[in-house]
């Protein structure tokens, strides 16, 4: 198994800051992602976060708005960029250790409230 | 439209009452996964089915994924409080390594 932990878990933003999530897994992991949850909603996924390479986006993000990291198998960020409301969310990281048929391990999330 | 269609997408039922929760694909998929998530927190795995066929159980939750791996439920016997939240399926998306996650379904049990 792996224990993923997020910071911050919650924070209240202003319109137009930006706001760097951090995702530190207790073990290495194969791949990491990066999903939005909107009030009511379920998951989408965001980005495949790449070790040591530019991350894959999903149609509808963009690295300008949605900059990740991933310097090693243990850790990523996301940047939220130039946050606007509609940006309130949570934002989860998630971590898979095998193949595509390996379990998805998620952090607790980060709530993201931008007025 | 979505990938993974879950239904219903909100259920209420009263305290020792079975439950039914599904989740269909429209493409035959490589295993599919089943995950809860209380209010406003993290995703907690609960079992994964990769076989046409395959059943699952664990406490009082059962899941089944068909004989075409498109289709699998998820259900609840004797429910109880403890088990409210959001109930979630996943899979790997096909042809693909990313992982995605059907509608949701929004379950309340009523002491």
């Known amino acids: 198994s792996a224990v993923i932990s997020q910071k911050p878990s919650r924070d209240i933003c202003q319109r137009g800051t930006s706001l760097t999530i951090q995702c530190q897994v207790d073990?290495?992991?194969?791949?990491m992602f990066w999903y939005r949850q909107q009030p009511g909603q379920s998951l989408t996924l965001i980005a495949t976060a790449n070790q040591g390479s530019e991350a894959t986006y999903e149609s509808g993000f963009v690295i300008d708005k949605f900059p990740i990291s991933r310097p090693n198998l243990t850790f990523s960020t996301l940047t939220v960029s130039n946050m606007s409301p509609e940006d309130s969310s949570i934002y989860l990281c998630?971590?898979?250790?095998?193949?595509?048929?390996?379990?998805?391990?998620f952090g607790e999330g980060s709530r993201l409230t931008v007025l | 439209s979505q990938e993974l269609e879950q239904s219903p997408q909100s259920l209420i039922v009263q305290e020792g009452k079975n439950l039914t929760i599904n989740c269909t694909s429209s493409k035959t998929l490589y295993g599919l996964y089943w995950y809860k998530q209380k209010y406003g927190e993290g995703l907690i795995f609960l079992m994964m089915l990769q076989k046409g066929g395959e059943e699952k159980s664990h406490e009082k939750i059962t899941a089944k994924l068909d004989e075409k791996k498109q289709q699998s439920s998820l259900h609840i016997t004797a429910s109880q409080p403890s088990h409210a939240g959001i109930y979630l399926c996943?899979?790997?998306?096909?042809?693909?390594?990313?992982?995605?996650f059907g509608t949701g379904t929004r379950l309340k049990v009523l002491a």
């Open positions: 998630s971590g898979q250790k095998t193949g595509n048929t390996g379990e998805l391990f």
């Open positions: 996943g899979a790997v998306r096909p042809g693909t390594y990313k992982y995605i």
């Open positions: 073990s290495q992991v194969t791949m």
